[in-house]
């Protein structure tokens, strides 16, 4: 199997304090990988430094074997929903267009052809009838979907989705669990940020264990054990109780 | 040169300087940027007076070139201020705007004292603005820069749009945000430059906010936002003159913006109070009506054949009314109902919507119950877009579920309600609605 995604001794530092430790790890191709780990444990640096927005201080990101500003068309994002103000005067279609800018380049406005891409990806959420709606007018659980049509809309080969599953409602959840198999399916490889060790083991096959450093990375059955998760959580105990749960949900099924 | 009087140059001088601010200003509202062009106008002060000081006279582009040099230093110590220490933007902006408009006031001091002889230079006009003299050489490169706003915005109208709304997502995308962010400023600096001599360093900000702001109020596409806010700019800019003849003409245009501002607040579609009230009023009457057709739905079903004919004193007794009488005479008004003294009867109209709205309410009802974390997300919707929400798969599930519990009210589907029909409560609806 070719590999997707690989991160070489990557190390990233806000204003001299580094948040990330010497990262080393690979992501092949087609598989759906949740990236787990405490508050704070730079799991949305780990995106950022992949897409390039936080300078690196030391180390390299590989997408399909090259740089990312090579590889840019081949990548998809969907940011956490939070980062952006949802009163911006923009249609839900508006924002969507938005996945098409990459590729139409300098000046080009979004045409027929890109219209068409919106409203396939809007049909692909669940989310065509609200095209003409202005996006304060959705729910959390909407917006979210708005945010992954947007990054449909860049047909990307490798996605990078940080928290889709916050604060959304079971449809969403259920509609973007859907969307994350039919991509696996079509052969495209998606990270998550993922805050629920309930659903770890049911989401995704692989997973990125982080706690500014790498904690471990592997398939779901061999990586997501009790032993790694104390590790990344350390002496967290709450968060371990919620973590023995899930051994247990997962061992009895 | 067209000879032109001073107040047609006037007037024409702030329409073009109010268009471009409402077009620069709209991103710089957006980019929550609103104090930036505060700050530039401050700050472009000592540059102004430097600049003064090394030429010798009052030259529009020489003192321009000073106060955008300044400007910039400006952006730039706030840029830094904001990386090197934990003060927060809104601070530094602070700081830097005071500490540069204190600098320019003491260098003005300096240049008016006798023997400078800048007394009669009237750098003054640029604290508050003196449109009245403005030269026919001012109106050229007011348009000068008016095209270019306008050219720029026309060519980067989608790059503008992606980093204003999400900067992350389109340097992922490879934009250089960075650099797209200061030309959005330098355009601000720019504009808010050529209308410090128009109306002043304290009402410029004004003229950069207040026409954007505007335009929010009254559109939710950012295409048509640019458009109005241009067009509020330009009308402030021209009543403003007219209005202010014998006042100082730049708060004069200021006070104008500020009224068209107050007016959108009270009167704009959707986000005005006015609009706001009257929606929520209609809302509250649109509920109570379909309570009432509903409630003689319902009554109706209970009986024998479905009876239409329902007593006065039951419907009274179904549910709590805040004014029975006069949302029955409503009804009757649109033809839903027929009545009399004792009873009230719903027509084949009345009868048709009323059980529309019976199966649509049960439907959301069952489908609340059924499933209920999901449809949490769905529960504020109006109950007449069911059939659009939900998939039609589940749609036929909770229809048969409703069905064998027989309480799915039959809705005539041939032919749909036509909303000509509706006008004229006179005339019968041409299919019988189903017993």
Known sequence: ?253 | MINLSLTDKVMIGTALLGGMSGVVGSFAVLRGRSLVGDMLAHAALPGICLAFLVIGTKSLLGLSAGALLSGLLAIVAVTSIVRWTRTKEDAAIGIVLSTFFGAGVVLLSLIQKPGVGGSKAGLDSYLFGEPGNMLTGDLVVLAVVGVAVLATVGLLFKEFELVCFDSDFAQSQGWPTLRLDLFMMASLAVVTIVGLPIVGVILMTAMIILPAATARLWTNRLRYMLQLAAAFGLAAGLLGTWLGRDLPAGAAIVLTAAAFFVLSILFAPQRGIVSRLMAEYRYRKRIEREHLLRSLYELGEGKADHESTIELQALRDYRYWRSLTKLLEQAADEGEVNLTQQVVELTPLGQRRAARLTKAHRLWELYMVQHVGIASDHVDRDADDVEHMLPEGLLIELEQKLASEGRLPEVAQEVPLSPHQLDSPSSEPPSEPSS
Request: aromatic share 8%; glycine share 8%; with cysteine.
């Open chain 1, 1 to 253: 199997m070719s590999i997707a995604f690989e991160i070489h001794d990557l190390t990233v530092a806000y204003q001299r304090r580094p948040v990330l430790w010497d990262v080393d790890l690979t992501v092949p191709e087609g598989s759906l990988v949740g990236i787990v780990g405490p508050n704070g444990a730079g799991k949305t640096t780990l995106i950022k430094a992949a897409l390039g927005l936080v300078p690196l201080a030391s180390g390299k990101v590989e997408i399909y074997g090259r740089s990312y500003s090579e590889q840019r068309n081949l990548v998809g994002y969907v940011p956490q929903r939070e980062s952006v103000d949802w009163d911006f005067p923009v249609t839900v279609r508006d924002v969507v267009l938005m996945g098409t800018y990459g590729r139409l380049g300098w000046f080009r406005r979004p045409g027929r052809a890109e219209r068409e891409i919106a409203a396939r990806c809007l049909e692909q959420v669940g989310m065509s009838a609200f095209a003409n709606r202005q996006i304060r007018q959705l729910s959390g659980g909407q917006q979210q979907r708005v945010f992954l049509a947007r990054a449909l809309a860049q047909d990307a080969e490798l996605y990078f989705l940080d928290e889709p599953f916050a604060g959304v409602d079971a449809a969403t959840e259920a509609a973007i669990f859907e969307l994350l198999q039919t991509l696996r399916s079509d052969g495209k490889t998606v990270l998550v940020v993922h805050h629920d060790l309930q659903t770890v083991s049911e989401y995704f096959d692989h997973v990125i264990l982080l706690n500014m450093r790498l904690i471990a990375c592997g398939p779901v059955e061999t990586t997501f054990t009790n032993e790694n998760l104390q590790k990344t959580y350390g002496g967290r105990l709450t968060i371990l109780d919620e973590a023995a749960e899930a051994m247990r949900q997962r061992d009895g099924a």
